[in-house]
């Protein structure tokens, strides 16, 4: 099962190497990072970051092996930005001779970078961003401006105190012509002395949700006054700026200014499947070695993980886990399929390739955040302590459902491509790759679910048809409603609540789909297909019938520990007193509460000053 989760023997055998590596390492120790002050937090995040890059030289990683080394410290910080976002923004939207000279720099870490997109205005809405970037033909450059304070960027990663430079989004102005917004490099700092360059003020926005969690980031604010720029600076595979100040647009679509955003989409959606496999392995071993209540005759007490009411909220997580693994897997292969199209030229499934990672990244990201909560629940009171791991999983994972497009906007770009859709559908196009079932609407519309008893549930061909006829059936009533309205715009609007629900029915076909055709490959390992198949069955079947699961879970819960074990997860990565792999649960909780700084002194800081003379009042008062 390690081998299924993880893709293939040497993913099993590379992530190991590189937990291992974090794990025996004291630098990267991360058992009292709720304790520690923001500063605190912060620091320790930048002597991690270099501590893994130095570590990364001396053993010479591979890419792979230095982004797993990444992944197991854990621990939100600048270089999260500056590989998953500067980098690639480079790579999307630099010309040859831009990335060979930035590039080259941000690969030995001589440059920290950021995406500076976002202000404080707006984040959602990019085209209604402020910040203006003014070719001035006199001097050859830029002049990169906030004009409003609504226009101070206003949230990157990294950007408060680490980065050296940015790519930064602005409306590009020439020739006194607004042409919408681009992407500029900027230096933020100097490489002598860290200081901000001259017109440039910046800072950190401030504490965030949680304690430890996502406060290790230092996401911040930058307003620019006037700021110079060479023009080489703009990034030019899509559109040019002349010496003269001629704007000229590439052959390409603008849409590729986006890119960065569809690369990292993809990646969140293996992050999710990650976040829940971590909550639920917790929720799972715990759930094995709590017990509470016992038979009436006095016999052993039950392990919480037997009530059919905590496998019922527990195991379609369980489910979910490997449902968003399967297909995040899937969109890697997409997103890298997609990327080579384009680089022939061929724009075809740039379209799917935004509805699907938009899509995905919506769906897995807001189940992930549900389901953290409700392990929470679903480990009882000791759930609640950060010695749980579950707090700060909580709120590490939370914004996923807002950063990289809020969820809700996302969903409405799928629901915007299902229409076009449909009305390609009504004109006779036929579509391809994961709208392909719409092209039997007429059977579709119509047909009546073949199945008769609880055991046809499990038959996936099934299963894909009443997915198929949900889907197709929500999109087609929305277009019939949006055709209705005085205009497609007003049509949209109002239906805005159902469009979401139609494309997260999408969204969940694809996912039902991929983790149908994940059982068709050749499956290794006595056992492991038929309890994938388990799980399949239950994904599926928890989205539109919960009532007939039990069965199934039943069969699910002798193997529910194993399943999590899959996951291959160590203590230290797990970061729980609860979700032990050794199960020795008690004296870890024990044991972590005296790690508290509480608990440094046994008579409180502040006990002369406010318990004593509030307890002698009382026993003055009890004396008269
Ligand atoms: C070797 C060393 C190794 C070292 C180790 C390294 C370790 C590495 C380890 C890795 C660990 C991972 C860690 C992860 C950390 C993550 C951190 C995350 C931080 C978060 C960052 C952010 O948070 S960053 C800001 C994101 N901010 C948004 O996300 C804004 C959303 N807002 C929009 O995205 C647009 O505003 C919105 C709504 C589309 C409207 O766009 P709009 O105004 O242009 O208007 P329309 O809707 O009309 O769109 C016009 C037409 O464009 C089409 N279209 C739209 N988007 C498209 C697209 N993307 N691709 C193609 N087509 C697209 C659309 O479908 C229309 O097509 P058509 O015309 O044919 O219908
Ligand atoms: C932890 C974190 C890290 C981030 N890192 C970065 C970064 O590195 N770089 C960067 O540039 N940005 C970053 N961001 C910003 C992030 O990308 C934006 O917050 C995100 O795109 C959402 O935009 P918003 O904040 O403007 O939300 P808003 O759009 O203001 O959302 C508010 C509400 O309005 C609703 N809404 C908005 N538009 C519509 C609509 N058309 N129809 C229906 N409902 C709508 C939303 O659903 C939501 O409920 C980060 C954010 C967070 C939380």
Redesign the pocket.
Known sequence: MKVAWAGSRHAVEVADRMACLVASDPVFRKDTRTMLSRKELFKDTLKKAAHAWKR?VELHLT?EE??L???YIDQPGY???H???FVPAIKGQGTEEQQKKWLTMAYKFQIIGT?A??ELGH?????GLETTATFDPSTDEFIMHSPTLTSSKW?P?GLGKTSTHAVVYARLITEGKDYGIHGFIMQLRSLDDHSPLPGITIGDIGGKFGSGAYNSMDNGVMRLDHVRIPRDQMLMRLAQVTREGKYVHSDVPK?LL??T??Y?RQ??VA?ASRALSRAVCIAVRYGAIRKQFGSKAGGPETQVLNYKTQQSRLFPFLASAYAFRFVGQWLKWLYTDVTQKLESKDFST??EA?ACTAGLKSVTTSATADAIEECQKLCGGHGYLNSSGLPELFAVNLPACT???DNV?LLL?VA??LM?TVSQVASGKQPVGTTAYMGNIQHLMQCKSVVNTVEDWLNPAAIKEVFEARALRMAVNCAQNISKAPSQEEGFSELSPDLVEAAVAHVQLIIVTKFIEKLQEDILGHGVKEQLQKLCGIYALHLIHNERLGKLYAQVRPNAVALVDAFDYTDHYLGSALGRYDGDVYSALYKEAWKDPLNETVVPDGYQEHLRPLLKQQLKLSRL
């Open positions: 990364t890419e230095a982004n080394l990444r992944l270089v999260d930005l590989w998953v976002m995406y997109q976002t984040g959602s809405n990019v085209q949230w990663g849409q986006y890119g955003m569809v990292v990646t969140i992050d740039l379209p935004h950063y990289e497009g906007v770009q915007r491509f076009k």
